[in-house]
């Protein structure tokens, strides 16, 4: 297991388009959070996954954002009908449950760029 | 609600001088605090969390409850210090909240 991972690294697409990222955490982790962090900011909530429940999201969150987490493992986030404020990096990381660390581990980022 | 605030975005000092990163918290539950590092080309990673009470690196941060504040300090910096740092809290709900973060550079 070498950590959590995202894919893709790098998206570019067209204004109104539909993009879908995905994150594979650390296998024993059943809490899987996705941050959006913009240039000059720290990362920014949008929601988290207790195994396969989708337990909060951001009020800040548009409906054109979407998180599903099918059977506790891996994780999507899509974003549809794309705006060029949308360009950010999509942090996902996991962590143990709560009362042991409470440790995050973070991915590398999927990078989205509207054009 | 919660609320995380570094007010240095840009912080640089000399190689072997004290570095002080400040953070300080809204939030009217009991608070867990962590600092995250991010170096060059790297991924965000935890630095320290508040209730283990380490040094990490050289680094130790003390929650002050009284000031709402989780400085992050270090007696003598390292040109391998230089990172962004952000300090995090962590709510009841589970739920992370991070500062802007403080660019530190150390010059040699």
């Known amino acids: 297991d070498t950590g959590v991972s995202q894919d893709p690294r790098h998206k570019i697409t067209k204004r109104g388009q539909n993009v879908t990222f995905r994150c594979d955490p650390i296998?024993?982790?059943?809490?899987l959070y996705w941050y959006r962090q913009t240039l000059g900011q720290g990362p920014e909530f949008l929601t988290y996954f207790q195994n396969e429940a989708q337990l909060e999201k951001s009020r800040l969150l548009s409906d054109r954002f979407s998180a599903e987490r099918p059977k506790g493992s891996f994780s999507t986030l899509e974003i549809q009908r794309t705006e060029q404020g949308d360009s950010a990096m999509y942090l996902c990381a996991s962590s143990l449950p709560s009362g042991r660390t409470g440790e995050l581990f973070f991915g590398e980022g999927s990078r989205l760029t509207v054009l | 609600a919660q609320r995380v605030t570094q007010p240095e975005k840009l912080l640089s000092v000399f190689k072997g001088a004290p570095v002080e990163l400040k953070c300080n918290y809204s939030?009217?539950?009991?608070?867990?605090l962590f600092w995250y590092v991010q170096y060059s080309r790297q991924r965000l990673q935890l630095l320290l969390r508040h209730i283990s009470r380490e040094s990490i690196k050289g680094f130790t941060a003390d929650l002050n409850k009284g000031e709402t504040s989780f400085h992050l300090k270090k007696p003598f910096a390292q040109e391998e210090d230089s990172a962004m740092y952000y300090c995090a809290l962590r709510n009841t709900g589970n739920q992370f909240y991070f500062g802007t973060g403080t660019s530190l550079t150390v010059i040699p």
């Open positions: 296998s024993e982790h059943n809490r």
């Open positions: 939030y009217s539950g009991s608070p867990e």
